[in-house]
């Protein structure tokens, strides 16, 4: 059964860091597109970034590009989710989720919660 399962969330001080983690399991992630999510209370689910399969490059909403990055650790079958600069605005529940290509995503995680506050 193919699974994906977030971890890493918590709460941190705006500017600091979190590293999410997305852990597949029953599949191989590198063969799929990962895309990265979040939801923040009363809003719509929006993208973060979406890494392409096997080794393609990620792409990464203008609200977090040179603050958010994401990296494939294929021996465990994990991508992670480098967060830093954090704002409060990035406070949100975070998604990860694997396809065939960005843009269609059949498997979902759970989701992690990130709370950005002092």
């Known amino acids: 059964q193919s699974q994906l399962v977030e971890s890493g969330g918590g709460l941190v001080q705006p500017g600091g860091s979190l590293r999410l983690s997305c852990a597949a399991s029953g599949f191989t992630s590198d063969y799929y597109a ?3 999510f979040r939801q923040a209370p009363g ?4 993208g973060v970034s979406c890494t392409r399969r096997s080794g393609g490059s990620t792409d990464y909403r ?3 590009k040179g603050r958010f990055t994401v990296s494939r650790d294929n021996a465990k ?13 990035d406070t949100a529940v975070y998604f990860c989720a694997a396809g065939e290509r960005c843009g269609n995503f059949g498997t979902w995680g759970q ?8």
């Open 62 to 64: 203008d609200s977090v």
């Open 34 to 36: 990962i895309g990265w």
């Open 43 to 46: 809003k719509e689910r929006e």
């Open 111 to 118: 989701g992690t919660q990130v709370t950005v506050s002092s």
């Open 77 to 89: 079958n994990t991508v992670y989710l480098q967060m830093n600069s954090l704002k409060p605005e």
